[in-house]
């Protein structure tokens, strides 16, 4: 009979305390995230050639079509995300971008990248420094386009999503997903090459003139101080990589790039005219790799670049050529999050100023091809 009693005791008790227990552990897990603070999240973005101005950024009604590369704009601490801006309506004019975080009281004011961006198509590189931030963050922004003299002429509203490093773990592999390769640093060289950036030198060479015409100087017994220094540009450029990894541990790929070489008969010496000879390449690549969950790597252990026949006329022979491809064993690959795939390796030589890094977006549209680029674009 005590040891009854002593058991109700401990029931009723139970029964007290359970409500106040779960209550706790509720309010543990459902406890919101505090508010963001939107000064501190605009103080902590990085944007490069970007000025910070106070107060109401400006805002006229929308006037011309501009578009962005972007519906939702990922960041990631430690990489930058490159976002793309475009409209063929401003030809000969030069403009600027505003971008404000909601509620903030300042906003930035910002040049696109001049090497990169044109009158018609502007390119900036977008990062955050998470000190002070309690990763995994979302905010909105509004981004407007502006002229010279701060007229602005169109606009969009994104969100930013900010993810954690190793907060998420994800498979490299989901039906419709592309890796699209955003840029490439290369030691302290921030974004050494990117879709659409050449990558080359200037040279010179020599030539003749001869009332008003190119000609050989040999030839025509022409004095070598009388020979004409012509300068010109060599460049390759990746327009387009993209990766599919399935789960069955295969892959497949493709590096479109375009170079640009001299053509040294087709060029004027008179009036310093360089012509050049340019090609498209579309070099497409298959493969297998291995995934490890457990530190979320990759390893590449097998890669079969595509081949065609070249004919070269002036042999009159035909040559097999291979697609060119830059991933492979050679390199590291981390999964960082769920959208971003860093690729490492060596450019040469060894140290801080030889590693290669290149970052690749996780992007769920299907790949558009538009003269050989990347070619989804957002209002």
């Known amino acids: 009979m005590k040891t009854f009693r002593f058991l109700s005791k401990i029931l009723v008790l139970m029964l007290v305390i359970l409500p106040f227990v779960l209550s706790c552990e509720e309010k543990s897990e459902n ?33 011309t079509d501009m578009q962005m590369d972007k519906d939702t704009i990922f960041l990631l601490e430690d990489f930058d995300n490159r976002i793309r801006f475009r409209n063929s309506d401003l030809k000969g004019q030069e403009w600027s971008i505003y971008i404000q975080v909601a509620g903030a009281s300042s906003y930035w004011d910002i040049e696109p990248d001049p090497e990169e961006s044109s009158d018609s198509l502007g390119v ?39 993810e954690k490093k190793g907060s998420a773990s994800c498979t490299p592999w989901s039906s419709g997903d592309q890796w699209i390769w955003l840029y490439t640093n290369v ?3 921030l974004y050494f090459s990117a879709p659409g950036k ?34 010109y540009a060599v460049y390759e450029m990746g327009n387009l990589e993209y990766m599919i990894l399935k789960s069955d541990g295969t892959m ?18 008179c009036a310093k005219s360089p012509a050049y000879n340019r090609r498209t390449n579309y070099n497409k690549y298959d493969g297998k790799f291995t995934f490890d969950p457990s530190n979320q790597t990759m390893v590449f252990t097998e890669i079969v670049p595509g ?3 070249v004919y ?18 050679h390199a590291t690959y981390e999964i960082i999050g769920c959208r971003w795939i860093i690729e490492t390796s060596r450019a040469g030589g060894e140290g801080p100023s030889s590693e290669k890094v290149r970052l690749f977006e996780r992007r769920k549209t299907p790949i558009s091809k538009e003269n050989g680029e990347y070619a989804i674009w957002f209002d």
């Open 307 to 309: 081949t065609k026949q």
């Open 312 to 329: 070269v006329p002036q042999t009159g022979q035909t040559y097999t050529e291979y697609d060119r491809c830059y991933v492979g064993p």
């Open 252 to 269: 497949k790929g493709e590096l479109i790039e375009q170079t640009q070489n001299l053509n040294y008969q087709g060029s004027d010496f």
């Open 198 to 231: 050449p990558v080359g030198i200037v040279a010179s060479t020599n030539g003749c003139c001869l009332e008003g015409q190119t000609v050989d100087c040999i030839a025509n017994n022409i004095p070598e101080e009388d020979w004409v220094e012509l300068e």
């Open 31 to 63: 406890d919101p995230q505090l508010p963001l603070d939107p000064g501190l999240v605009s103080d902590r973005l990085r944007i490069p050639l970007a000025v910070k101005r106070t107060g109401e950024m400006p805002k006229s009604p929308k006037i």
């Open 187 to 189: 030691g302290n060289q």
């Open 124 to 162: 900036i590189y977008w990062g955050i420094d998470p000190n002070g931030l309690d990763l995994p963050i979302s905010f909105d922004v509004d981004i407007y386009i502006h002229d010279r003299n701060g007229k602005t002429f169109d606009n969009f509203k994104r969100v930013v999503k900010v």
